[in-house]
């Protein structure tokens, strides 16, 4: 069977957390999104992994309602790179805890801990836990692994051959990703990083994989590709959408060539702000290849945003929070899930009104003109007028899921 996957998340206890990220809430919202399996986030906080402890459970996998969780973690090294760990049960998490007990001092304070630590520790200690690890969210400039080392080996060293998979992260896609030689062989996931259930954060980056059962094995099985399970898709943002895709002041987010940054030495010359190297820009730099070379495993990505801000941008409101925003998401969503309609559904028999139906058209066909973030201010993305389409230069094109 085929499910949809967010296995980054956090909880109401890390930092600048929504109090509403709270288990029943998180099963509530990600039924309705049509997301299966969710990552707890934060399993190391004791009050965290205690509610978790209440849900029912087998074979690592707790479930709320229709929803499914596997035991999961962010942790910050020493060098401020960020590290997913997925765990494969209670008792791994605890054996986790008690070895980074000594090398945090905010285990208990904050879901996200900061180790000291550097990433072929965390991942030696991982790894005899029985978990999977790789890096949060990778070519962001402050705590992706990419920010830091030129290569994903000089972090983890002698434990590189264990590392299974990289989180692309918001500013990121299997294009950018494929053009860097060392990971050829990973599993790429695609994951929300959500600080909050709303249906424009929860998911609104996901994975869809082929697992025979509802358990942390078969999940651990299509990660690492094995028994011929594996990741059939990733859906994700444009990669311009992103607030760190192009290279920009972060205080003023006038943009710059990755020249001119080292022209200005990482100073911007209108506000003396700092400028972060985007990551595009970043991964020109680390490119091996001019154009990305996909391997044979790799499953399509797709691009699309979620489906209330799809609606707010076809009926010309500002915030996917408006009333009339929220009453089309639920109409919508009250007999399908919100990926179905994205994803599936016919939309020549969808209820709803035609300007949505449209956007949502444009989105499945890549027919969006897109203005990039940077510098952490998130990118606009737009829907052409009738008259623009034929003017289009950033607009981009996807092939449709029917054709694979």
């Known amino acids: 069977m085929r499910v949809y996957l967010d296995l980054h998340i956090h909880s109401k206890y890390s930092t600048a957390v929504s109090r509403e990220m709270n288990l029943p809430e998180i099963a509530r919202e990600a039924a309705r999104k049509g997301v299966k399996i ?46 997913i760990i997925l765990v494969p049960g209670l008792s791994n998490a605890e054996e986790l805890r008690e070895r980074f007990a000594s090398h945090s001092s905010n285990l208990d304070t904050d879901g996200r801990p900061r ?10 200690i991982a790894f005899e836990a029985e978990c999977l690890l790789g890096p949060s969210h990778s070519f962001t400039p402050w705590t ?28 990121a896609d299997t294009d950018y990703a494929d053009r860097i030689a060392e990971l050829s062989n990973l599993t790429f996931l695609s994951n929300s990083d959500a600080h909050s259930p709303k249906s424009n954060k929860l998911a609104r980056e996901f994975n869809e994989m082929e697992i025979s059962a509802f358990s ?12 011929g399970r594996r990741t059939t898709l990733n859906v994700g943002f444009y990669p311009e959408e992103g607030k760190y895709n192009r290279t920009a002041c972060s205080s003023c987010y006038r943009q710059f060539g990755s020249s001119q940054m080292d022209e200005f030495s990482g ?34 990505y797709l691009h699309l945003i979620p489906l209330t801000e799809i609606i707010a941008m076809a009926l010309g409101v500002k915030t996917p929070y408006t009333t009339s925003v929220q009453k089309c998401w639920n109409e919508l969503v009250a007999e ?28 499945r066909s890549g027919k969006v003109i897109i ?3 940077g510098g952490g201010k998130y990118g606009e993305i737009h829907i052409p007028i009738p008259s623009q ?11 449709s899921l029917l054709d694979y």
């Open 38 to 83: 969710v990552g707890t986030g934060d399993c190391l906080f004791p009050k965290w992994l205690n509610e978790i402890k209440e849900l029912p459970n087998s074979e690592g996998i707790f479930w709320m309602g229709e929803t499914y969780f596997v035991l999961s973690v962010e942790v910050e090294d020493s060098s401020r790179v960020h590290h």
């Open 115 to 124: 180790l000291h630590m550097d990433g072929a520790e965390i991942a030696d």
């Open 144 to 171: 992706g692994i990419y920010a830091h080392y030129k290569t994903i080996k000089k972090c983890y060293l002698e434990k590189f051959d264990h590392i299974k998979f990289i989180e692309l992260g918001l500013s």
């Open 216 to 227: 942390f094995q078969e999940m651990k099985i299509a990660i690492c590709r094995e028994k």
């Open 267 to 300: 100073r911007c010359p209108f506000c003396n702000g700092i400028i972060k190297l985007g990551v595009r820009d970043r991964i020109d730099r680390l490119a091996d290849y001019q154009l990305p070379a996909h391997p044979d495993h790799r499953p399509p």
């Open 336 to 363: 399908r899930t919100e990926i179905d309609i994205l994803l599936w559904a016919d939309l020549s028999n969808l209820e709803a009104e035609p300007r949505v139906v449209k956007a949502i058209d444009a989105f």
């Open 371 to 373: 203005s990039p973030g």
């Open 389 to 399: 389409e034929s003017l289009i230069s950033q607009s981009h094109n996807q092939t």
